[in-house]
């Protein structure tokens, strides 16, 4: 069974830190790899993607990916009080599906 | 550019009835996936439709159903309605299959009483 590991939280960082939010997965044949937010009440919004080893930036997002310890991870740089949410990591198997296996999801409480 | 609509946003239903979720994917995406979410399991894989053919399915009894007609919009019907069955159901819009991003629409919260 495919699973997707996060750790729940809540984490709390206080304004303007960096928020390191962690995601393991089970099936080394996963290819793509996604990260949400979900506000509360809300639907989950993609911040970002990726697809091969190594970082992706993109704003004050960075997403990075190492297939040989199915871990991917995201870091939120200077963390703002609109970042609080739960962040959702999502893994894809391969082509010819569009399943996504979610994780439970990490809740992220930024102080100010 | 339009996002991924779903229609209704709430529904109230009473245990045994039926229901259809109505789901229109982003113009030009013809892969549409629809998963269920409680706060105890989190989001569940439900079905996937491409070109009008479901491709794949979660582990959720007959129950629940869908399918997708040629213009791509979907609907999921669950039938004989459990108090469980009370969850944010959420549709999710593709290009393709491959290493496309998909995208979410905001969601039908269904709850039964």
């Known amino acids: 069974q495919k699973e997707v590991e996060q750790n729940s939280g809540p984490l709390s960082v206080p304004e303007g830190a960096i928020a390191s939010l962690n995601c393991t997965y089970s099936?080394?044949?996963?290819?793509?790899f996604f990260w949400y937010r979900q506000y509360s009440g809300k639907s989950p919004e993609l911040i970002m993607s990726?697809?091969?080893?190594g970082d992706k930036e993109d704003g004050r997002f960075t997403a990075q990916l190492n297939k040989a310890s199915q871990y991917v991870s995201l870091l939120i740089r200077d963390s703002q009080p609109s970042d609080s949410a739960t962040y959702l990591c999502a893994v894809k198997a391969g082509a010819g599906s569009y399943q996504l296996t979610f994780g439970k999801g990490t809740k992220l409480s930024v102080i100010p | 550019k339009a996002g991924v609509t779903q229609t209704p946003r709430y529904l109230i239903k009473t245990r045994g009835q039926q229901v259809t979720l109505s789901c229109s994917p982003i113009s030009g995406h013809r892969s549409v996936s629809w998963y269920q979410q409680t706060p105890g399991q989190g989001l569940q894989f439900l079905f996937e439709y491409f070109s009008e053919t479901q491709r794949n399915k979660g582990n959720f009894p007959g129950r629940f159903s869908g399918r997708q007609f040629s213009n791509s919009r979907s609907e999921m019907n669950v039938s004989t309605l459990e108090l469980g069955d009370s969850a944010l159901y959420l549709c999710a819009s593709s290009f393709n299959m491959g290493n496309t991003e998909a995208f979410f629409g905001q969601g039908t919260r269904l709850t039964v009483v």
């Open positions: 990726i697809y091969s080893n």
């Open positions: 099936d080394r044949g996963s290819q793509s």
